[in-house]
């Protein structure tokens, strides 16, 4: 009996696990899933580049709280009534966009200290 985890091939999320008689290469998987031997907990690891990586799900939570810090500092940049000039708006959509998608851009991120942020536009 060999035990494994499906996981997203591009996230490295864990999907699940089982225990099967057969190959791993004759799980059926759907798109953009792998599979890999043993059985690894949901929310403790990811599988990146094939590996289990342990990882802390506090982190996230630290790095919503800090996203959502700098996002709420920089709202005044969106205001009808801001002084900045339509090109700096852009640039503060686009940094404030970055500061959404940080979860996404940062998917292999293991720990705070991994995560970039974006900088802030001068």
């Not at 700098?70 to 005044?76: A, I």
């Not at 090109?87 to 959509?93: A, G, P, Q, R």
């Not at 500061?99 to 851009?105: F, G, H, Q, V």
């Amino acid at each position: 009996m060999i035990s494994y985890t499906k996981y997203i091939t591009s996230t490295g999320v864990i999907i699940g696990s089982g225990s099967t008689n057969v190959a791993l290469s004759d799980i059926p998987l759907e798109t953009n899933q792998s599979v890999i031997e043993g059985v690894y907990e949901v929310g403790t690891y990811k599988i990146i580049d094939g590996s289990p990586l342990e990882q802390s799900v506090d982190f996230w939570i630290a790095v919503r709280i800090e996203r959502n810090t700098l996002l709420t500092e920089s709202d005044w940049t969106q205001m009808s009534d801001s002084p900045l000039t339509d090109s700096k708006k852009t640039e503060w959509s686009t940094y404030r966009q970055s500061l959404r998608d940080l979860p996404t851009s940062n998917s292999s991120a293991s720990s705070y200290d991994d995560v970039t942020f974006p900088s802030e536009p001068s």
